[in-house]
Structure formats: C-alpha cells, structure tokens
C-alpha cells in the first residue's frame, strides 16, 4: 500500500500564475515532509521541507503548507517559472520506522509555460 | 565538485551478467542510501550504511543484491545474475545523522538489462 501518494502524474501552468502540487499521507507516524524536484537524467534535488510540528513554512518563491488532520500537504509556487518545469516529488521520513528512511510518492511532472 | 559522485552512469548488460555501481558520497557525511526508481515511479528505498554498518535493508534488496561500504565512505552496489526486471535508476544518496530527512541525492547509475 501506498503510503505517500501524490494522485495528480502531471500538471500545466502558466508562467507568472502559481502552481499548487498536492500530496496525501497515511502514517501518522510520519515527522518531516519534503519536497525534491527532478530533471530528467539527474537525481532528486532537495526543495523544502517542514517538520510535522508546523502546518508552514516557506522558502522564497516555495511554501510548503502541512494539514495533519486531513493527512495533506501541499507545494506552492508562486510565480511560476519555465524552470520550475521538472518532476515534484513528495517525500515522508517515519520517526517510529528506519532512522532516515524517506519514503517517496509517484512525482507530479510539472510544466510552466512562458 | 563535492557532491554525491556515482558511476558508471549508464550500464547496459545482459541478462544473467553481474554488474556493480560505485557511490562516493559527500565527505563529511556519514549515512549513505541506495535507492532504486523505475518508470513512472518514486525513488524506492533499498538500503542504508551508518558509517560502515549496514542497518536496515528493504524486502526489494533480494538476494543477488549486495551493498557494501568498507571503510565508511565510498559504497558499491552488486547485483549478480542480472534480470530484465533489474533494469532502473539505482540513485545513492547520503546525509548527516539527525537533521530533518534532508538527503543528498547523486546523478544515479541507469543499468538496462537486454
């Protein structure tokens, strides 16, 4: 069973408005939550993260917005690039499980159009 | 360039052939992960070192593979007997103990398997 899901394989912005990624979870056990984005031919690169205990947090043009109750979390991007064009991946780590074990959604192929 | 190093990059071999992928992590960090991404899906994790202790391996990890990371730095991935299911993105990554999740990812190795 899946435990990190991200149900939507791809979405298309344009360029200047913001794109919204979205991820559901289903162990509560769960502590971090973090974003990689990631090119193809190359590995994940780290975008944000957000610790269970905050339901915000934000990085530039990055927010990420944690809703325990509704085991939710969201990516926005605000404004959107024709870089920002990549794979998102959603990424949980299990504080009851392996001691820094991540554990990854499907990704979401994000297009920003100029 | 101090990020995660792997090679080879691209391995094309056939079925039943062994194959071995190299990892040089970041130097100051002494956790490194072996993951594994397919087509369509999330980097799936396989195994983790904690300087040269190998502490937890994943169900995928099945018997042709074996990871191993001597001397507390560099690691190598072997699968033996290769099969056309093998083929994939084998991603290692590494981080510092602690912290929040955050991993390190390298370029990836892609083995194909004819």
């Known amino acids: 069973d899946q435990q990190v899901k991200q149900n939507s394989p791809s979405l298309s912005v344009q360029e200047g408005r913001i794109s919204i990624l979205n991820c559901d979870y289903t162990n509560s056990m769960f502590d971090y939550f973090l974003w990689y984005k990631k090119y193809p031919a190359e590995g994940p690169t780290f975008l944000i993260s957000?610790?269970?205990?905050?339901d915000k947090n934000e990085d530039g043009r990055f927010t990420v917005f944690l809703n325990k109750s509704a085991k939710h979390l969201s990516l926005h991007i605000v404004p959107s690039q024709p870089g920002d064009s990549a794979v998102y991946f959603c990424a949980a780590r299990n504080y009851g499980g392996s001691q820094g074990n991540l554990i990854f959604g499907k990704g979401t192929k994000l297009s920003v159009k100029p | 360039d101090t990020g995660v190093s792997q090679n080879p990059r691209h391995k094309i071999t056939k079925r039943g052939q062994n194959v071995t992928f190299r990892c040089d992590p970041i130097s100051e960090h002494n956790r490194l992960y072996w993951y594994r991404q397919t087509l369509g899906q999330g980097p799936e994790f396989l195994t983790y070192?904690?300087?040269?202790?190998?502490?937890?391996k994943s169900r995928l990890l099945s018997d042709r593979f074996s990871a191993e990371r001597p001397k507390g730095s560099f690691s190598t991935l072997e699968i033996q007997r290769t099969e056309q299911g093998d083929s994939a993105m084998y991603l290692c990554?590494?981080?510092?103990?602690?912290?929040?999740?955050?991993?390190?990812f390298g370029e990836g190795s892609r083995l194909t398997v004819l």
């Open positions: 070192f904690q300087n040269e202790a190998q502490l937890e």
């Open positions: 990554a590494s981080s510092r103990t602690g912290g929040t999740g955050e991993l390190f």
């Open positions: 957000i610790s269970s205990i905050k």
